[in-house]
């Protein structure tokens, strides 16, 4: 850590400035004099914010075709992610024309048979 300045020893506190997934993982502190030294280990668990990283736009279609609409979110798969996807406002119901992607980032809504009813817009 030694030349890092992404690191600064502040009266013997180690500061990390920026904190980023790579900074996770055990860290020592020694101190040591001519009477001894003594150690201590902490670990340093980094969490990462929920961010829909892309979400959906327009989209001009016609009636019975199938579309996708994207929502990719980088999120802590330490914790539970709930997406839930709403019309006008409204929760979409998944299930029958409307199936919800569901894998690791990716939690697109993809409506089958496209209806005139279906326009509007839907948010993640």
Do not use: Q
């Not at 409307?98 to 209806?115: A, K, M, P, R």
């Amino acid at each position: 850590m030694a030349g890092n300045p992404n690191y600064e020893l502040d009266d013997g506190d180690l500061v990390v400035k920026r904190v980023r997934n790579e900074s996770a993982g055990e860290y020592e502190c020694t101190a040591s004099n001519k009477e001894g030294s003594s150690s201590a280990v902490g670990t340093l668990k980094v969490v990462s914010s929920t961010t829909v990283e892309t979400g959906p736009g327009d989209i001009v279609a016609r009636v019975g075709d199938r579309v996708t609409l994207p929502c990719v979110v980088i999120y802590d798969n330490n914790y539970e992610l709930t997406v839930v996807w709403k019309k006008d406002a409204s929760d979409v119901d998944i299930g029958g024309r409307f199936e919800l992607v569901n894998d690791d980032s990716d939690h697109s809504l993809i409506i089958d048979d496209l209806e005139f009813g279906d326009a509007g817009k839907h948010k993640s």
